[in-house]
């Protein structure tokens, strides 16, 4: 039996991927704390054997067991940054400029984060 060709993902250019404008996704729980950083909450996915396994053992079978995820101060700045407005550019000049580091290194993190984000589900790119 032979294994459908899966599609090539597209490729973006360098210059098509830091026009792209990351917009935070409606459904991510998230809460600013005191000190100004970011605090995520997101259900764990499981599979049917882990889910079948929580409703037994669990009191509350309905409720879905979620994970936390709390942002250092440079994460959270991005964060805020995540307007649905901003390009990945923009983000990148902001936080070079905020954090006195070279374009370079800005678009080296920045991106680095920001792929993490959609990783997680926590942002889309337009």
């Not at 909450?41 to 929580?54: D, V």
Request: net charge positive.
């Amino acid at each position: 039996m032979k294994s459908s060709p899966s599609k090539p993902e597209k490729t973006l250019s360098r210059t098509e991927a830091l026009a792209c404008i990351p917009q935070q996704n409606d459904t991510t729980s998230w809460e600013e704390l005191e000190d100004g950083k970011i605090l995520f909450t997101y259900a764990i996915p499981l599979s049917r054997f882990f889910q079948a396994l929580h409703r037994k053992f669990t009191k509350n079978s309905i409720e879905t067991p979620t994970k936390k995820l709390e942002l250092d101060e440079m994460g959270s700045f991005v964060w805020k940054l995540i307007d649905g407005k901003r390009s990945v550019g923009a983000i990148i000049t902001t936080f070079a400029q905020e954090y006195k580091v070279s374009n370079q290194e800005a678009e080296t993190a920045v991106t680095t984060f920001i792929k993490n984000l959609g990783q997680r589900g926590f942002i889309g790119l337009y």
